[in-house]
């Protein structure tokens, strides 16, 4: 493989790594890496594919399906029993990060939602009718509130969690 070759490919590995990754929730430079290994080996055996751009193509999206999997079969596993009783420093320090990640995104979240959603992870454990009191709104239309801010919070965080999730 020539320099010049590597050059015209070069964009075309990172294009598609890029659509790919973030659907999989994967590291664009991760996927690319893995992509480049896969080349690097197909031509040291002395099998260089036919379509080098056609093969790019399948290379990174079999190279992101299997980065999912992985991660899915490790995320079952991510700490230890001992862990969750007395976290260390290490762990402390995810926690914190964690929280102020959710934190964050409730701020950026629309309209009334940061309040509510704030109250409701308020460490005084508010009830219901102290939320509504607290925000100047109907305790009935507390539940429907509620539902469309967790929406625009989950949707505002999947992103960000699958990206940290898959790393971690």
């Given amino acids: 493989m020539t320099h010049e070759m590597l050059t015209v ?18 590291e664009p430079g991760d996927l690319e890496q893995a992509v480049w290994l ?7 055996a002395d099998r260089p594919p036919v379509d080098v751009p056609g093969w790019l193509r399948r290379a990174v999206r079999s190279e992101a399906r299997r980065g999912r999997r ?5 995320l079952s ?3 230890e029993p001992a862990d969750e009783l007395c976290p260390g420093p290490e762990q402390q320090a995810l926690i914190a990060a964690r929280r102020r990640d959710l934190y964050a995104a409730v701020r950026r979240l629309p309209g009334r939602c940061p309040r509510l959603v704030a109250a ?5 454990d508010l009830t219901y009718r102290e939320i509504a009191g607290e925000l100047g709104i109907s305790q009935g239309s ?27």
């Fill in 9 to 26: 490919l070069r964009p075309l590995l990172a294009a598609e790594a890029s659509a790919e990754a973030y659907i999989f929730g994967m």
């Fill in 70 to 74: 992985t991660a899915r079969l490790e």
């Fill in 77 to 79: 596993h991510r700490t």
């Fill in 38 to 44: 896969r080349l690097l080996e197909r031509l040291a």
């Fill in 142 to 168: 507390l539940g429907p509130e509620r539902s469309k801010c967790l929406g625009c919070l989950r949707r505002l965080m999947t992103a960000e969690v699958a990206a940290h999730e898959v790393r971690g």
């Fill in 120 to 124: 409701l992870l308020s460490p005084r």
